[in-house]
């Protein structure tokens, strides 16, 4: 298998899996076999993808701003991403008229996280076993009777699997691709790298 490490690749994720992520909650993605991170070997980094809003500040204040005039990415959690690497806490954002950028946008200087793939294993979709999908982020509730997904995702489930089958739908619609359909996926066993403390 060759290696993806020439093509800077990345992940895009919504807050409630950046929140996982950050909290350590998330150390496993499974991909399809026709996506380029199911070509990741042990070693390779992902950049994390989120939506953002781009920032700058004035007089003191921070303000939103057009993309190429931002001095920094504001993500849903409040934290803030310098264009000079470093980051700090701030507040979430809560105005509706600011324009979020869509994570296939985010510039590759904003992002906060990088995933370090430590390891691989190809398997059908349904062999996911109940850690993995804790792994993968679910949380029990109600000391495991409902299972469901960081927000923004909606819902509860009555098992872990009909809780990852719901979210993987979700993500990946297409015949021959749904949780239905048991395709081949690669999974990928990683480690989180962050500027932001947990």
Same mark, same amino acid.
């Given at each position: 298998? %060759?290696?993806?490490? /020439?093509?800077? #690749?990345?992940?895009?994720?919504?807050? !409630?899996?950046?929140?996982?992520?950050?909290?350590?909650?998330? %150390?496993?993605? @499974?991909?399809?076999?026709?996506?380029?991170?199911? $070509?990741?070997?042990?070693?390779d980094?992902? =950049?994390? $993808?989120?939506?953002?809003? &781009?920032?700058?500040?004035?007089? !003191?204040?921070?303000? &939103? %701003?057009?993309?190429?005039?931002?001095?920094?990415?504001?993500?849903?959690?409040? =934290?803030?991403?310098?264009?000079?690497? /470093?980051?700090?806490?701030? $507040? $979430?954002?809560?105005?509706?008229?600011?324009?979020?950028?869509?994570?296939?946008?985010?510039? *590759?200087?904003?992002?906060?996280?990088?995933?370090?793939?430590? =390891?691989?294993?190809?398997?059908?979709?349904?062999?996911?076993?109940?850690?993995?999908?804790?792994?993968?982020g679910?949380? #029990?509730?109600?000391g495991?009777?409902? =299972?469901?997904?960081?927000?923004?995702?909606?819902? *509860?489930?009555?098992?872990? @699997? *009909?809780?990852?089958?719901?979210?993987?739908?979700?993500?990946?619609? %297409?015949?021959?691709? @749904?949780w239905e359909?048991?395709?081949?996926?690669?999974?990928?066993?990683?480690?989180?790298?962050?500027?932001?403390?947990?």
């Open positions: 298998m %060759t290696s993806i490490r /020439s093509i800077d #690749p990345s992940i895009i994720v919504d807050p !409630g899996t950046a929140s996982a992520l950050l909290s350590g909650r998330k %150390t496993q993605v @499974r991909v399809g076999v026709r996506s380029v991170l199911s $070509r990741s070997l042990p070693g980094r992902l =950049w994390v $993808r989120e939506s953002c809003i &781009a920032g700058r500040r004035e007089a !003191g204040q921070d303000y &939103a %701003t057009m993309l190429g005039k931002a001095e920094f990415a504001i993500f849903a959690d409040g =934290w803030r991403r310098y264009r000079d690497g /470093s980051g700090q806490p701030g $507040r $979430r954002p809560g105005d509706d008229d600011y324009e979020w950028i869509a994570a296939t946008h985010m510039p *590759r200087w904003a992002s906060r996280m990088t995933l370090v793939v430590e =390891w691989t294993r190809a398997e059908r979709l349904q062999q996911i076993t109940r850690p993995d999908i804790r792994a993968e679910a949380l #029990p509730i109600l495991g009777l409902l =299972w469901r997904w960081p927000r923004p995702i909606p819902g *509860r489930h009555l098992t872990a @699997r *009909r809780a990852f089958a719901a979210n993987w739908n979700v993500n990946h619609p %297409t015949p021959g691709d @749904r359909d048991n395709p081949p996926v690669i999974v990928l066993g990683f480690r989180v790298e962050s500027i932001q403390p947990r």
